[in-house]
Nanobody, 120 residues
Framework: QVQLVESGGGLVQAGGSLRLSCVAS????????MGWFRQAPGKEREFAAA????????YYADSVKGRFTISRDNAKNTVYLQMNRLKPEDTAVYYC?????????????WGQGTQVTVSS
């Protein structure tokens, strides 16, 4: 079992920045991939970013590429999502996810989510 707790969400103006954090517990953090997903009101949950166990391989949705950066600190059991140049369409609940293996693929565990609201 893996427990995930996100933090760092909030209200920000368009063009601003936020950094989300997700602390994991319950299993060796460095043994699995991590990801960030988001769900806007009335829409399905969508992929935002992910990275493998070491952080050496990253993936981004086209909608966030060049603005968001995912990273991890295995010593702190934490994954981050640095979000810059935020847009109103980035408004969503952001969820942290833990994968089933060290490579990005299936997602087995989810956090409770943190709200990000970008005002225009």
């Amino acid at each position: 079992q893996v427990q995930l707790v996100e933090s760092g969400g909030g209200l920000v103006q368009a063009g601003g920045s936020l950094r989300l954090s997700c602390v994991a517990s319950g299993r060796t953090f460095s043994s699995y991939a991590m990801g960030w997903f988001r769900q806007a009101p009335g829409k399905e949950r969508e992929f935002a970013a992910a990275l493998n166990w070491s952080g050496g391989i990253t993936y981004y949705a086209d909608s966030v590429k060049g603005r968001f950066t995912i990273s991890r600190d295995n010593a702190k059991n934490t994954v981050y999502l640095q979000m810059n140049r935020l847009k109103p369409e980035d408004t969503a609940v952001y969820y942290c996810a833990a994968g089933s293996s060290s490579s990005v693929g299936r997602w087995n565990y989810w956090g409770q989510g943190t709200q990000v609201t970008v005002s225009s």
